[in-house]
């Protein structure tokens, strides 16, 4: 559809139009309208490639880049921490709403973890995740967040106020202010609403899908890709119909792989080599993978895509911080400002962590060489170190001092050491 095709569709009401419903107003015609959006921005809605979540997720490098996403973020400890502004102390809070929403029960039928795995893969396909927060029948219990498919609400901007559109099924709107909608929103451009990346990106989508479909068709008629047949004589429509029909039929497809064909009446199996665009096809191919890793952040070796990237010591090592560091954070940081801004702004002295030292913690020997390094300098206790490592804390584990000081010497370090 063009712009055009657009409003002509409005000037001219079809059999259909006029079978709308009553109540239907022009307000379906503003600038707000989704099919006017597209309409402006030369997005084809017709293609024969639907571009959704559903289809995304059937492209290989897609499937892999949401699902490391969504299960890292899953899993990164969640802490709600208060911090004493009197002498800088902080500390780690487990009553707490927030707390016991993440890492006890989010709501009746989903665990922690299953929540904020569904919350992380729609952030990162629509750029939106919303939830109903239905708030506690009884005193002491928490709130519950009950997802909602980000394709049926619609967050608008209200004066100074955010509110969210939620359509029915039956075909009418419910308005829920935004006290009562808990939302994560990835990058945006107006701050109300974060950008689907199926959207922004929809051709790089469109391209991969296309190049599997042809793979598809290609590996169906396997036996016969690449050749063509040669006739000495000219044959008549019907001939050439019926020819075409028997061989497809009789070595076509890769359940006839490796069947003997025979040839009758001087045909000749002519092999038609390999194309320059073949050459095309399998490129596009392989920068659909990376332009895809691209999207999501994800480095090549994450997705198994080791041609270009060492496989070796320190190299995937730094890809992996990088992976931290340069995607993870961003996730990171609209997790915890988000869930601090909708449920803590009453107490200023709370925030939201997720830890992510469990991912950079290195191999054995690394780890435990900082570990020594930062008992040297008293910046971790014993009983710290232990419990990063999931081991019980010892008895007098909780002080600050540098194994090697003998404190009979005055202080002075051990000759010893």
């Not at 792989?257 to 665009?277: N, R, T």
Request: with cysteine.
């Amino acid at each position: 559809m063009n712009l055009f095709d657009f409003f002509r569709r409005g000037s001219k009401p079809t059999t259909a139009d006029a079978q709308m419903s009553a109540n239907a107003t022009v307000a379906n015609l503003t600038l707000d309208s989704e099919q006017l959006r597209q309409a402006l921005a030369g997005i084809n809605t017709g293609g024969n490639i639907a571009v959704n979540a559903h289809t995304v997720t059937g492209i290989p490098t897609a499937w892999r880049s949401v699902t490391i996403l969504s299960h890292v973020m899953a899993g990164l400890p969640l802490n709600v921490i208060q911090t004493d502004d009197t002498d800088d102390t902080r500390k780690k809070i487990k009553d707490n709403p927030v707390y016991r929403m993440m890492n006890l029960k989010p709501n009746n039928w989903q665990d922690p973890f299953q929540y904020r795995r569904l919350a992380q893969v729609h952030l990162s396909l629509r750029g939106n995740h919303y939830a109903k927060r239905v708030k506690p029948l009884r005193s002491g219990d928490s709130e519950m967040l009950l997802p909602i498919n980000p394709d049926v609400i619609e967050p608008k901007l209200v004066g100074n106020e955010i509110i969210y559109e939620f359509s029915r099924t039956n075909g009418t709107k419910k308005i829920f202010k935004a006290d009562e909608i808990f939302h994560l929103r990835g990058m945006s451009f107006d701050g109300v609403k974060g950008l689907s990346p199926l959207q922004v990106a929809r051709e790089t989508f469109e391209l991969s899908l296309k190049g599997s479909r042809t793979a598809s068709n290609v590996l169906d008629n396997s036996s016969i890709a690449g050749y063509g047949l040669k006739h000495p004589a000219k044959l008549s429509a019907e001939a050439h119909k019926n020819l075409t029909e028997s061989f497809e039929q009789k070595i076509g497809g890769f359940e006839n792989a490796g069947k003997p064909p025979i040839f009758e009446e001087g045909l000749e199996v002519v092999p038609l080599g390999f194309s320059a665009l073949d050459s095309q096809f399998l490129e596009s191919r392989r920068l659909s993978v990376t332009d895809i890793a691209r999207i999501f952040g994800m480095p090549p070796h994450m997705i198994f895509d080791t041609e270009r990237s060492t496989s070796w010591g320190t190299g995937i090592e730094q890809q992996t911080i990088g992976f931290v560091v340069y995607t993870l954070q961003e996730w990171i940081r609209t997790w915890e400002c988000a869930l601090r801004f909708q449920f803590l702004q009453d107490d200023p002295d709370l925030s939201v962590k997720l830890s992510t030292q469990a991912l950079n913690r290195g191999d054995s020997k690394t780890r435990w060489g900082i570990y020594d390094i930062a008992r040297r300098n008293e910046d971790m206790s014993s009983n710290e170190i232990r419990a990063l490592e999931d081991l019980p804390p010892r008895e007098d584990g909780d002080e600050y001092k540098n194994p090697a000081i003998n404190p009979a010497d005055d202080g002075e370090p051990n000759d010893e050491d």
